[in-house]
C-alpha cells in the first residue's frame, strides 16, 4: 500500500467518501448522529438569532427610556439625582448571537450611581433556572463540545471497521493505497463537519448585515473549520491506528471526555491556583475600610474636610463658607467623588489585572486542549471575552463618573450653600435648594460597541496558532501512521 | 514424484521468499513458479504459511529475503502495476455488508478503475450461480456461501490474467465447489495463471496442474499431473497427511 503524493487521486477518494455517506445512510446510528448534530445547530442558531435580535432591541430601547426618564426628572436637590442614578445596557456583538462567551456569566446591566461601582446585573446564567448553569445550549457550544461527539459517533469506524471485517485486503487488492483511503475518509468526514457549520455560516450573512466585519467572521468561520478538522484528524488516526472497533470508540470517547470536558475544568482550576484572587466579600470588606478614611462626602462637617475648608477659605480670602462663591457641600461632594472614584478604580484594575492573568494561565491549555484554543479563539473574535467585558466596565465607570461629578460640578455652583444647609427645616425650604431640571442632561448617549475587527482578530491569533499547531501535529500523526501501515 | 519442466511464459515467480512475522519465521525458503495457462495449488496443513504466501506476493508482507516477481515485475518495487493485474480472493470473502452484491461489485471495481456493465456484471453473477432474488440483497443478509460467490464474481470481473485464491471453495456447497473448479479450469484454459492456495486435497487434485505442498513454510515437495490426467488425490492425501515426500 505505499504511495506517495504523486498517486493521490481524487476521484477515488471521492469514490470512498461517497460510500462513507452510502455506510452513514444505511446505519441508523450514523443518521440519528447526523440527524441530532443538524439539529442542534440548526436549532440553536436559529433561536440565538432571534434572540439577539430581541436582546438588542429590548436593551436599546431600555438604554433609551432610562435615558429619557434621567433626563425627565423634575427640578430636585442635584445629590438626589447621584443617587437616582442611571441604568446602562450591554448590547450583544453581533457574533455574540453565536457565541455568548463571558456575557452570560458576568451580566450586562449596571446601575450607575455616585460613590459606588455596581457590578453588572442580569447575567443569563444567573437569572435563568438551575440546569442552565451548566452552560446553555448556544451555537458555540453545540460546536465545540457536541460537534466532536457527534463526528466521533460518525468516524470512529471509519478504518477500523475495514480492518475488522478484513474489507482492508480487498481494498488493498483493487490497487488502493492508504492515503486514498484515509483522505477518502477524511473528505466524508469533513463533509459532516461542513454541514454542521453550514447554519453558523448562513448566519454570518445575519451578522455581517449587523455591521461585523469580513475579515473577524473569516476567522471566525475558519477557527471553527480547522477545529473539527482537527477532531477529524484524531478520529481518523485514532481509526487507523486501532485493532477494532470498540479499541477505536473507546479511545475517541476517552480523548473527547478529556479534551472537551476535562481539560477546560482543568485550565480553570489550575489559573485559580496560579493566581489566587481574594473572594469578593474580603475585597468589599478592604475597600469599604479604605473608604472610611476618606469621611462621608454628604457631610461636609466631617472632620475629613476640615483642611479642604481652610484650604478654600484662604484662597477665597473669606472667614466662612457661607461667604464662599461656591457651596462648599457641593465641593466636599465633587472631591470626595474623585478619592473615592480612585480607591475603586485601584481595586478594580486590580480585579480585572487578576481576572486577565488568571484567564492567561487558562487560555495556555490551547497547547493541550483544541476545545479551549477555540473557545477562545471564538470569544476573541466574537468580542464576548474578557477583555472586552473589561472595556465594557471602564467605559461605564467613566460615563457614571462624569455624570455624578457634572450634578456635583452643579451643586457646587449652583445651589446656595445656606439653602442647602437649610433644605430639611422645612417643605417649603425643601422646596428653595433644588435645581432645574435642565441641569439634568449631564447623560451622555451610551451605545456599546465591539472592539475594532483588527484589534479582535490580533488577539486572537495566539489561539489559532495553537488549533494550528493542533492540525499540524495531527496532520503529521496520520501522516506518519499512514506511512507505517502502507 | 514427478517434477514439472515449464515451458510457459512465468507469470509468478516466488524466489526464496522468507518472511518474519512476529519474530516467527512463516515462510522460509519458499520458492515455486505458475505459468499462463496454469492452476498451482499449494496444499498444506493450518499454519503451514499458504495464506502468508499469498499476502506476500500482494505486497502486504515484506520478504526478510527473496523476492516475488509477478509478470516479470518485482513485487518490492512496482506493487502498484502489480496489483493492476491481479485478482485476489481472500480467505474470509470480506465485502461490505450495507451494500448488495451488485453495489459492492459496482464499487470495488470502480477503485481497481474496471469499468463493467450491468450486464457483464449479471453474466458474472450468473456464473457464480447466485441464485437472483439475492442480488439486490444487502450482503449482511447473505450466507458466507453466497458472500464467497460473489467475491469469486468480483475477481473473475477483474479480467486479470492472475488469479490470487485464498481457500475459495471454503463455505460453498459440493455443487457450487464443482461449478467453480470448472470456472477455474476454464479460465485457465483463456491463460490465466492461478495460485490458490487450500487444505482441500482433493479439490486441489481435481483443477490444478501441480500442487506443492508446503510444510513450516517451504516446500517440501511438488505433484505434477500427468498429461490430461489429474493429480492422483490418494498420492497427494497420503503425503499430506504423513508430511514427508519421497
Sequence with gaps: ?486 | MKRNTQTLPISIDAQQLVVTLNNKKILNNLSFQVSSGEVYALLGGNGAGKSTALKTLLGFHKPVSGQAVIEGLAVSTSLSAIRKKIAYLPENASLYPHLNAFENIEYFLSLAAVHKTHAEIKISLQQVNLQQDAWQKPLSKFSKGMRQKTAIALALLRDSPILLLDEPTSGLDPVAIDEFNQLVMSLAKQGAAILMVTHDVYGACQVAQRIGLLRDGALVGEFVADGGHQIDTEQVHKAFTAGVID
Design chain 1, 1 to 486: 500500500m505505499k504511495q506517495n503524493l504523486q498517486s493521490i487521486q481524487p476521484v477515488i477518494m471521492w469514490k470512498i467518501a461517497r460510500d462513507e455517506w452510502r455506510y452513514w445512510f444505511r446505519s441508523k446510528l450514523a443518521v440519528v448522529a447526523l440527524l441530532i448534530g443538524l439539529t442542534c445547530t440548526m436549532s440553536t442558531v436559529v433561536v440565538s438569532v432571534g434572540d439577539a435580535f430581541e436582546l438588542e432591541h429590548q436593551r436599546g430601547h431600555a438604554q433609551q427610556q432610562s435615558e429619557q426618564t434621567f433626563v425627565n426628572q423634575p427640578d430636585r436637590h442635584p445629590h438626589r439625582m447621584v443617587h437616582y442614578g442611571h441604568y446602562v445596557f450591554k448590547t450583544p456583538p453581533p457574533l455574540g448571537m453565536v457565541d455568548p462567551g463571558v456575557d452570560s456569566h458576568t451580566g450586562n446591566t449596571i446601575f450607575l450611581e455616585g460613590h459606588r461601582q455596581n457590578s453588572a446585573t442580569f447575567a443569563d446564567q444567573k437569572q435563568s433556572s438551575g440546569t442552565t448553569i451548566l452552560g446553555a445550549l448556544t451555537p458555540a457550544f453545540v460546536l465545540q463540545v457536541l460537534a466532536p461527539l457527534l463526528l466521533v459517533i460518525m468516524g470512529y469506524g471509519v478504518v477500523s471497521r475495514e480492518r475488522e471485517t478484513q474489507t482492508l485486503s480487498i481494498l488493498a487488492a483493487q490497487g488502493l493505497g492508504y492515503g486514498n483511503l484515509i483522505l477518502g475518509k477524511i473528505s466524508a468526514l469533513l463533509l459532516v463537519a461542513m454541514l454542521m457549520l453550514l447554519p453558523l455560516a448562513i448566519s454570518g450573512i445575519v451578522v455581517l448585515s449587523q455591521g461585523e466585519s469580513l475579515l473577524t467572521l473569516s476567522l471566525f468561520l475558519v477557527g471553527y473549520l480547522l477545529y473539527l478538522s482537527i477532531w477529524i484528524l484524531i478520529i481518523v488516526s485514532i481509526s487507523l491506528w486501532a485493532k477494532s472497533n470498540s479499541v477505536s470508540f473507546s479511545t475517541l470517547a476517552f480523548t473527547w471526555l478529556v479534551l472537551c470536558i476535562l481539560m477546560p475544568r482543568v485550565a480553570t482550576t489550575v489559573a485559580g491556583v496560579m493566581v489566587p484572587a481574594a473572594g469578593k466579600l474580603e475585597k468589599d470588606f478592604a475597600v469599604a475600610a479604605e473608604l472610611r478614611q476618606l469621611g462621608d462626602g454628604h457631610n461636609a462637617k466631617d472632620k475629613a474636610f476640615v483642611q479642604l475648608e481652610a484650604e478654600l477659605l484662604k484662597k477665597h480670602k473669606v472667614n466662612r463658607v457661607e461667604d464662599l462663591p461656591l457651596n462648599f457641600r457641593g465641593f466636599v461632594a465633587l472631591k470626595s467623588e474623585a478619592e473615592i472614584t480612585s480607591i475603586l478604580n485601584r481595586y478594580a484594575e486590580d480585579r480585572m489585572h487578576e481576572e486577565l492573568r488568571q484567564s492567561f494561565f487558562a487560555r495556555q491549555f490551547g497547547w493541550l486542549s483544541p476545545q479551549v484554543a477555540l473557545r477562545t479563539l471564538s470569544m476573541l473574535t466574537a468580542g464576548t471575552g474578557l477583555e472586552t467585558h473589561h472595556r465594557f466596565l471602564r467605559e461605564t465607570e467613566n460615563l457614571r463618573f462624569n455624570f455624578v461629578q457634572r450634578l456635583n460640578q452643579a451643586h457646587t455652583n449652583k445651589l446656595n450653600y445656606i439653602d442647602d444647609m437649610n433644605r430639611n427645616k422645612s417643605e417649603a425650604a425643601g422646596q428653595i435648594a433644588r435645581i432645574s431640571a435642565k441641569n439634568w442632561n449631564v447623560i451622555e448617549g451610551f451605545k456599546f460597541r465591539s472592539s475594532p475587527s483588527k484589534e479582535r482578530a490580533l488577539q486572537a491569533m495566539t489561539p489559532l496558532a495553537q488549533l494550528l499547531l493542533w492540525f499540524g501535529m495531527f496532520g503529521l500523526f496520520l501522516r506518519n501512521l499512514q506511512r507505517h501501515y502502507s
